[in-house]
């Protein structure tokens, strides 16, 4: 079986009462849990992550080597600017998505940037909480046919 490791950055444990508005009212536990749903539906195995602190992130990424086989990862505000982070998922080389939950291209010009992006196999956005499991669906493809 097929392990993804989900990955959420700063500020997404705040989901549920953080900006109502732009992120809607489903907890990071809520999304997890459907995300669990989704995964097993798809036959993977998933293990989570939150942290509000780069290093640690990296240090999960690092430690997804020879434990996962993909990465599904909302790497929030670090997005924008962490060249650390984009080093780390292109050291481990394993299939990574990125996701969004807002439509970053409808937002704020710095938003519209992504470094972590080019070392991505792909980027949801903009479809809310649906965006994670559009991602494992995307790995699940893409361990099958190397898509
Ligand atoms: C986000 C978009 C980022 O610009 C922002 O900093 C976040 C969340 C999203 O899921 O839409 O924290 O990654």
Request: aromatic letters at 8%.
């Amino acid at each position: 079986m097929k392990t993804v490791l989900v990955l959420n950055g700063p500020n997404l444990n705040a989901l549920g009462w953080r900006e109502q508005g732009v992120y809607g009212s489903m907890t990071l536990a809520d999304i997890e849990r459907s995300v669990a749903a989704s995964a097993e539906k798809l036959g993977l195995a998933v293990r989570f992550f939150q942290s509000n602190h780069e290093g640690a992130l990296i240090d999960e990424i690092h430690a997804a080597r020879g434990t996962a086989d993909g990465i599904v990862m909302n790497p929030g505000a670090f997005t924008h600017y962490s060249y650390a982070i984009r080093d780390a998922i292109a050291a481990v080389d394993l299939p990574a998505i990125e996701v969004h939950l807002s439509n970053v291209y409808k937002r704020e010009p710095f938003r519209h940037v992504s470094v972590t992006a080019p070392v991505m196999l792909g980027v949801v956005a903009g479809l809310g909480p649906i965006g994670y499991e559009l991602a494992l669906q995307a790995l699940a493809a893409h361990f099958e046919h190397g898509r």
